[in-house]
């Protein structure tokens, strides 16, 4: 009779492991506890074989029980090296997800060290990256806020999220300007950025607000109030043409006239020098109303030269004013 050859003790711990792992995959559907229990039993066996880590690691995730599921992960990732893309974008998913647990148990600072987990093994990530950026804004740790941000925007540069993100960071420091561009920015990359659009509008209504207070403030005569005010109306809304205009008629009236031509030249600019645009025109007439003031002034203080030039800048834009050709011809006898 020919020998009957026996199991080696390796085919029959392959042969345990394999019946366990049978019986795993039954219970990660409906019973991940005793999941974690025969992978540890088999574990024992097999301490070397980093598919049951990776299943025990799966497991302990079932549970939303995310630190030994992260343990279990790194440990089949040390044994198998080789899979390191697979492990990589899993252990990534369960930082993120202990990170979000944390948040909503306040736990910022934790939360935040597993973010920036998530991001050492998927650095590309956008989605974990802003999660870590809302979190720094939690802790009120602004500065790492932008420079994370910016760090963001240089390596995809087309987050709508992003600037949306940075938008609000923007408005918390009262930088109002920065905040309104980049809101424009988030909804020029997705118009449908509700949250984008949300800090346009709130941004526009603050302008409306300080261009209310700035008019109060000129009707009573009170001109440096009303500049700050119209001041703040344009740094909310620095697209509103007829803030500049206002502005730049306020700088004219207290003869600040360098100051009103620069925003009188801007109001023009963002009409794009349409002659069909009524607040263009504004714009046009008050810049004619400046170079005549300036010039006045340039030529009480005997700066003849100057007043001439400023009066021809002001018949260059309108020929048919006739109190240009009048002041230009006082002026040139007088000289």
């Known amino acids: 009779m020919s020998e009957i050859a026996l199991p080696t003790f390796t085919e029959i711990m392959e042969k345990k492991i394999g019946s366990m792992l049978q019986e795993v995959a039954e219970l990660l559907k409906n019973?991940?506890?005793?999941?974690?229990?025969?992978?540890?039993?088999?574990?024992?066996?097999?301490?070397?074989?980093?598919?049951?880590?990776?299943?025990?690691?799966?497991?302990?995730e079932a549970l939303s029980d995310y630190y030994p599921a992260i343990l279990n992960f790194r440990k089949a990732l040390l044994l198998r090296p080789g899979?390191?893309?697979?492990?990589?974008?899993?252990?990534?998913?369960?930082?993120?997800?202990?990170?979000?647990?944390?948040?909503?148990?306040?736990q910022h600072l934790?939360?935040?060290?597993?973010?920036?987990?998530?991001?050492?093994?998927?650095?590309?990530?956008?989605e974990y990256a802003l999660k870590r950026i809302m979190c720094l804004s939690v802790l009120k740790r602004y500065d790492e806020c932008i420079e994370m941000i910016k760090k963001q925007l240089e390596e995809e540069g087309t987050s709508s999220g992003l600037y949306t993100s940075r938008s609000v960071l923007h408005m918390m420091f009262g930088n109002n300007?920065?905040?309104?561009y980049d809101a424009c920015r988030a909804l020029?990359?997705?118009?449908?950025?509700?949250?984008?659009?949300?800090?346009?509008?709130?941004?526009?209504?603050?302008?409306?607000?300080?261009?209310?207070?700035?008019?109060?403030?000129?009707?009573?005569?009170?001109?440096?109030?009303?500049?700050?005010?119209?001041?703040?109306?344009?740094?909310?809304?620095?697209?509103?043409?007829?803030y500049h205009i206002f502005r730049g008629s306020l700088y004219r009236k207290t003869g600040q006239y360098d100051k009103a031509v620069d925003d009188l030249l801007l109001a023009?600019?963002?009409?794009?020098?349409?002659?069909?645009?009524?607040?263009?025109?504004?714009?046009?007439?008050?810049?004619?109303?400046?170079?005549?003031?300036?010039?006045?002034?340039?030529?009480?203080?005997?700066?003849?030269?100057?007043?001439v030039t400023l009066l021809n800048k002001a018949i260059k834009s309108e020929k048919m004013e006739k109190g240009l050709y009048i002041n230009r011809g006082g002026m040139c006898t007088r000289i």
């Open 31 to 60: 019973n991940p506890r005793g999941a974690v229990i025969k992978l540890t039993r088999a574990i024992a066996l097999q301490p070397n074989n980093a598919e049951l880590f990776r299943q025990r690691a799966e497991a302990y």
């Open 188 to 242: 020029e990359l997705d118009p449908s950025n509700f949250e984008a659009s949300h800090l346009k509008d709130e941004l526009k209504a603050k302008a409306e607000s300080f261009k209310n207070q700035a008019i109060a403030h000129a009707l009573v005569g009170e001109r440096a109030e009303a500049i700050k005010s119209i001041t703040s109306a344009i740094e909310s809304n620095p697209q509103g043409v007829d």
């Open 110 to 126: 934790q939360a935040l060290e597993m973010f920036k987990m998530a991001l050492e093994y998927q650095p590309h990530n956008g």
């Open 177 to 180: 300007t920065q905040a309104f």
């Open 268 to 307: 023009m600019d963002i009409c794009e020098h349409k002659l069909e645009c009524s607040v263009y025109n504004m714009a046009s007439r008050q810049l004619i109303l400046t170079y005549n003031d300036f010039a006045i002034e340039c030529f009480s203080k005997q700066h003849y030269d100057e007043a």
């Open 83 to 106: 899979n390191k893309d697979t492990l990589t974008f899993k252990l990534a998913q369960v930082c993120c997800a202990y990170g979000e647990h944390l948040c909503e148990e306040k």
